[in-house]
């Protein structure tokens, strides 16, 4: 069967539907109306955090173009959701692919210090835990507002350790990101980011600080996700990545990237064959899902301690 009969594309669609007109809900029309304040406010911002995972996940299909099997319609479904998540797609496309290719790297595993933590050891990780990941999503567009000569300079600096696999990954992101194509694209995606969330903090009125929480969470609830399948892992796992146990109701809110070792292992299979194929490949659970994802807050590991 080809990849493109096994994409739930209208199931995608209907999804990805559902999650912008949230978006719009949370961003705009909450606001207009009055609904946010109290414990309305609180349950529309639970609603968004819930949400993420989802609308990540279909964010991350896309970068696999799974989400539709036309490829520019998969680019522009993509790009479309990342905007009300703030997640510049080409820029997470990249790094995602690049995660593929190059597990556990020397960018790549947040949690590892050369010796024993220290404080300011821990202090650097919970930041990265609860805001790294959409941090750097949210900075990175603005460095393709330079000419082409200044987006080199600051691939250099963001990809300059003196270590093999960052300095293949230097040169894909050279090769990448130099693309005339690319940079217009990503200059359109962050104007669009960026009228969004003014808009949305301008016509909210006196409740723009519940418009800012929902944004904030949501992007706290990505970066405390990100790399909670490969929290504690060996550097030299290679593409090994933790499958997590999760009901039927979390597997469906998670796309099931609960079975993310299957994902490293097959990456171009659809969210929706990830648990027959786990099945199929006789895998195993290496941690409850919510287990996994609360063991980061362990703090930082000595890059020791996660030798094999």
Same mark, same amino acid.
């Given at each position: 069967?080809?990849?493109?009969?096994?994409?739930?594309?209208?199931?995608?669609?209907?999804? /990805?539907?559902? $999650?912008? +007109?949230?978006?719009?809900? #949370? !961003?705009?029309? %909450?606001?207009?109306?009055?609904?946010? @304040?109290?414990?309305?406010?609180?349950?529309?911002?639970?609603?968004?955090?819930?949400?993420?995972?989802?609308?990540?996940?279909?964010?991350?299909?896309?970068?696999?173009?799974?989400?539709?099997?036309?490829?520019?319609?998969?680019?522009?479904?993509?790009?479309?959701?990342?905007?009300?998540?703030?997640?510049?797609?080409?820029?997470?496309?990249?790094?995602?692919?690049?995660?593929?290719?190059?597990?556990?790297?020397?960018?790549?595993?947040?949690e590892a210090v050369d010796a024993e933590?220290?404080?300011?050891?821990?202090?650097?990780?919970?930041?990265?835990?609860?805001?790294?990941?959409? /941090?750097?999503? $949210?900075? +990175?567009?603005?460095?393709? #507002? !330079?000419?082409? %000569?200044?987006?080199?300079?600051?691939? @250099?600096?963001?990809?300059?350790?003196?270590?093999?696999?960052?300095?293949?990954?230097?040169?894909?992101?050279?090769?990448?990101?130099?693309?005339?194509?690319?940079?217009?694209?990503?200059?359109?995606?962050?104007?669009?980011?960026?009228?969004?969330?003014?808009?949305?903090?301008?016509?909210?009125?006196?409740?723009?600080?519940?418009?800012?929480?929902?944004l904030l969470l949501r992007g706290v609830?990505?970066?405390?996700?990100?790399?909670?399948?490969?929290?504690?892992?060996?550097?030299?796992?290679?593409?090994?990545?933790?499958?997590?146990?999760?009901?039927?109701?979390?597997?469906?809110?998670?796309?099931?990237?609960?079975?993310?070792?299957?994902?490293?292992?097959?990456?171009?299979?659809?969210?929706?064959?990830?648990?027959?194929?786990?099945?199929?490949?006789?895998?195993?659970?290496?941690?409850?899902?919510?287990?996994?994802?609360?063991?980061?807050?362990?703090?930082?590991?000595?890059?020791?301690?996660?030798?094999?």
């Amino acid at each position: 069967m080809s990849v493109e009969a096994t994409i739930p594309v209208r199931t995608n669609i209907a999804l /990805a539907a559902l $999650l912008l +007109v949230l978006a719009v809900l #949370l !961003l705009f029309i %909450a606001p207009a109306l009055g609904w946010y @304040g109290g414990a309305g406010g609180v349950v529309l911002l639970a609603l968004g955090v819930v949400a993420t995972p989802l609308h990540w996940g279909l964010i991350h299909e896309g970068i696999h173009s799974n989400l539709a099997p036309d490829a520019t319609q998969n680019r522009t479904l993509s790009r479309l959701l990342s905007v009300p998540l703030l997640v510049p797609f080409e820029i997470v496309r990249f790094g995602h692919l690049t995660h593929h290719g190059f597990n556990r790297n020397p960018l790549d595993r947040p949690e590892a210090v050369d010796a024993e933590p220290t404080l300011l050891d821990r202090v650097k990780f919970y930041a990265h835990l609860l805001f790294g990941t959409s /941090a750097i999503e $949210l900075s +990175v567009p603005w460095l393709f #507002l !330079l000419p082409r %000569a200044g987006i080199r300079w600051s691939i @250099g600096k963001i990809y300059g350790l003196d270590d093999p696999q960052v300095k293949r990954i230097r040169k894909m992101a050279e090769t990448t990101f130099l693309d005339p194509e690319r940079i217009a694209r990503i200059r359109v995606d962050l104007a669009c980011t960026v009228a969004m969330v003014v808009a949305a903090l301008y016509f909210a009125g006196d409740a723009w600080p519940w418009v800012a929480a929902a944004l904030l969470l949501r992007g706290v609830t990505i970066s405390v996700l990100d790399n909670a399948p490969h929290y504690g892992t060996p550097v030299d796992s290679g593409q090994d990545a933790t499958n997590s146990r999760a009901p039927a109701f979390l597997r469906a809110l998670l796309l099931n990237s609960n079975f993310h070792g299957i994902h490293h292992a097959r990456p171009n299979l659809p969210w929706s064959a990830l648990p027959q194929t786990f099945v199929a490949m006789g895998a195993r659970y290496g941690a409850a899902w919510l287990s996994m994802v609360l063991r980061q807050f362990r703090g930082p590991l000595s890059a020791d301690s996660l030798q094999r």
